[in-house]
């Protein structure tokens, strides 16, 4: 543990541990969720030893009270392999009335059980992301999203990251294993996880059987279309253009069990009250939970975005979405995007649950795309009626660059690697 990076999510499970008697911590594999676990855990029971699972598996079908046995808190690693675990654990924390007595982790979805006891009450969803910018020590943090909706409004701060930089943070993605790693190990990580992913795990799920190729294949029209708001119909054809003839269900079925897999993460649209009536429109932006994702599957490098300024740009406001919600699951919040019918625009929504919010469009950077944001931003503003909802915290230019400065306009312009929660 001597290498271990802290995470912001950390506070979260210390707060649920005092406030409900289990949590389960849920997010993609290999992001850190048992190493983190682990930290809060007094006995682990890990899942993913064959020999640990067959005799739990045992403990469960025959409902042995050495299954719950140990120090609490009690944590089961992977815990959806064992999914009656749930219902057992539900029973004790009744039983006992206790808070903090147990730890579930999973890297997926346990498969649906209509006797399944909810848990609600008794057990907590706690979601786990891959690392911010900020929490692998690659962001300064100058300027904190914090304090932005706390009312600051003077900001500064500075980075020496060149392009090629952000390329590589890009590729390289947010896994805790892959920090500090040069790029081509990192890439060849990231395309490890993605073989796992199609050739084991995309069956494993759920235990319906499904073709690796195809399951790549729409990985990687998922990931020609991400941060777009690319309709269904898109991605089958654009799946079709490349492949067999696809079944709409059968596409279904596979991004179902990528979003079991926490690997897809679409961004939702935010429904604010307007001034005027204006059609929004519905359509999710389409997003991995993790830009390295969709880079290896494109078998991609930092090369090659900088010479492809256009997919640069939009696997870079993946990063940004992907350090967004960190920050703002720190904070009590989420992140939505606001699309409308007379091409207004804004790439983020940061929302808390008290009702705050702030806007944010995400450039690479240059002048022009830059004071295009800035007036998106401002339009957004006055669109809003604020007699109905609260104005603004900040409107945000995420962007690429080095330095961080507000406008006169009263626009905020921040690198994504001056950016903290």
């Known amino acids: 543990m001597e290498d271990y990076l802290p995470r912001l999510i950390e506070a979260k499970i210390q707060d649920k541990l005092e406030s409900a008697g289990g949590i389960v911590i849920e997010g993609p594999k290999w992001c850190g969720k048992s190493t983190t676990a682990k930290r809060f855990a007094k006995t682990v029971v890990d899942l993913q030893k064959p020999s640990t699972f067959k005799k739990y598996k045992v403990f469960s079908d025959m409902g042995d009270e050495h299954l719950l046995q140990g120090e609490k808190p009690l944590m089961f690693d992977e815990w959806q392999k064992i999914p009656d675990i749930w219902d057992y654990i539900r029973a004790d924390i009744d039983e006992q009335r206790g808070k903090g007595l147990y730890i579930l982790t999973g890297s997926a979805k346990p498969l649906e059980n209509a006797d399944r006891h909810s848990g609600t009450g008794r057990i907590i969803h706690v979601k786990m992301l891959t690392m911010s910018l900020w929490e692998s020590k690659e962001s300064t943090g100058e300027v904190s999203l914090g304090e932005l909706f706390k009312g600051k409004k003077s900001i500064s701060g500075a980075n020496d990251y060149t392009l090629g930089k952000i390329a590589y943070l890009v590729c390289r993605g947010g896994w805790p294993d892959s920090v500090g790693k040069t790029a081509e190990k990192a890439l060849s990580a990231a395309r490890d996880y993605i073989v796992s992913l199609v050739e084991t795990d995309i069956t494993s799920v759920d235990g319906i059987k499904r073709n690796p190729a195809r399951a790549r294949a729409i990985l990687r029209a998922y990931a020609r279309n991400i941060s777009t708001p690319a309709r269904l119909a898109t991605i089958q054809g654009d799946i079709e253009a490349n492949d067999a003839v696809l079944d709409s269900r059968t596409l279904d079925s596979y991004l179902s069990a990528?979003?079991?897999?926490?690997?897809?993460?679409?961004?939702?649209v935010w429904s604010p009250k307007l001034r005027s009536k204006t059609a929004l429109r519905t359509t999710n932006v389409r997003q991995f939970t993790d830009p390295s994702i969709a880079v290896a599957v494109l078998e991609a490098s930092p090369d090659d975005l900088i010479n492809d300024l256009n997919t640069f740009g939009l696997l870079f406001e993946s990063l940004c979405i992907r350090d967004l919600r960190v920050y703002?699951?720190?904070?009590?919040?989420?992140?939505?995007?606001?699309?409308?019918?007379?091409?207004?625009?804004?790439?983020?929504?940061?929302?808390?649950?008290?009702?705050?919010?702030?806007?944010?469009?995400?450039?690479?950077?240059?002048?022009?795309?830059?004071?295009?944001?800035?007036?998106?931003?401002?339009?957004?503003?006055?669109?809003?009626?604020?007699?109905?909802?609260?104005?603004?915290?900040?409107?945000?230019?995420?962007?690429?660059?080095?330095?961080?400065?507000?406008?006169?306009?009263?626009?905020?312009?921040?690198?994504?690697?001056?950016l903290r929660a």
Not at 329 to 356: K, M, P, T
Not at 386 to 412: C, H, N, W
Request: one cysteine or more; charged letters at 25%; hydrophobic letters at 40%.
């Open 328 to 418: 703002a699951e720190s904070l009590g919040g989420q992140i939505f995007q606001y699309r409308d019918a007379d091409g207004l625009e804004a790439d983020a929504i940061v929302h808390l649950y008290n009702g705050s919010w702030g806007a944010i469009e995400i450039k690479l950077g240059g002048d022009e795309n830059i004071e295009l944001g800035a007036t998106h931003l401002l339009a957004l503003k006055r669109k809003v009626d604020t007699e109905k909802m609260r104005e603004p915290s900040f409107l945000m230019i995420l962007t690429a660059g080095q330095y961080a400065y507000r406008r006169p306009d009263g626009v905020s312009v921040v690198p994504i690697a001056c």
């Open 258 to 268: 990528f979003e079991k897999l926490f690997v897809i993460s679409d961004l939702d």
